[in-house]
């Protein structure tokens, strides 16, 4: 199981949380860079908007994503591939703009 799930190995004795290890963070991020390289091979941008597309197409990795990685990792992920799509999106439109004038 992930960290951050309901077991108890991840609480410490005063209740709290314990921080994931290097290797925890390596699992999610390896697990996240996986997810991603499948909705990428399906032209999903969206994993939020498009779960249900996303789950069919790629549940092997949505799996190992979110059995990796704590539930507010995954939301922050799927949310941060969204904004860095459309932050370079904006970016090639105002490429191709100030191409489009300096040809005038």
């Known amino acids: 199981m992930g960290w951050f799930s309901s077991s108890d190995s991840t609480k ?18 390896n697990g996240r860079d996986l997810f ?3 909705l ?3 032209d999903i941008v969206d994993g939020i908007k498009n779960d249900s597309e996303a ?10 994503f979110e059995g990796s990685c704590a539930k507010a990792w995954v939301k922050y992920f799927k ?16 490429k191709k ?8």
């Open 12 to 29: 410490a004795s005063d209740g709290g949380r314990i921080a994931p290890d290097r290797s925890s963070r390596q699992q999610c991020w």
């Open 36 to 38: 991603f390289e499948c």
């Open 40 to 42: 990428d091979r399906n």
């Open 55 to 64: 789950r069919k197409r790629c549940g092997k990795e949505i799996a190992e």
């Open 79 to 94: 949310e941060k591939r969204v904004m860095e799509y459309n932050r370079d999106q904006t970016i090639e439109r105002i």
């Open 97 to 104: 703009e100030d191409q489009a004038t300096a040809g005038r």
